[in-house]
């Protein structure tokens, strides 16, 4: 069993930045694939950004450009450094690990970009 612990939310202007934490109760080399992902009110979960083990990145369309993944491997921890933030960022934000094909999520993190 893998542990996922996210903070790192909160509320925000339209224009601001915020960095949100993952950390993982296991070595993040164990880890295939780290990933951000979000729900809006009335929607559907979607990704957000992934990072394989291996570096490779991918970002959905509506946040290329603004968002970047990453990591810290002597922290164990994933994090998402989110910039130029749009009221339509606003969602729960929700990490997942997927180690030896199984999904592991956290407990999600309000995102609130009002002015």
């Known amino acids: 069993q893998v542990q996922v612990v996210e903070s790192g939310g909160g509320l925000v202007q339209p224009g601001g930045s915020l960095r949100l934490s993952c950390a993982a109760s296991?070595?993040?080399?164990?880890?295939?694939?780290m990933g951000w992902y979000r729900q809006a009110p009335g929607k559907q979960r979607e990704l957000v950004a992934t990072l394989t083990r291996a570096g490779y990145t991918h970002y959905s369309d509506s946040v290329k450009g603004r968002f970047t993944i990453s990591r810290d491997n002597a922290e164990n921890t994933v994090y998402l450094q989110m910039n130029s933030l749009k009221p339509e960022d606003t969602a729960v934000y929700f990490c997942?690990?997927?180690?030896?094909?199984?999904?592991?999520w956290g407990q999600g993190t309000q995102v609130t970009v009002s002015s």
């Open positions: 296991v070595s993040i080399f164990s880890i295939y694939a």
């Open positions: 997942n690990f997927r180690v030896d094909l199984m999904d592991f």
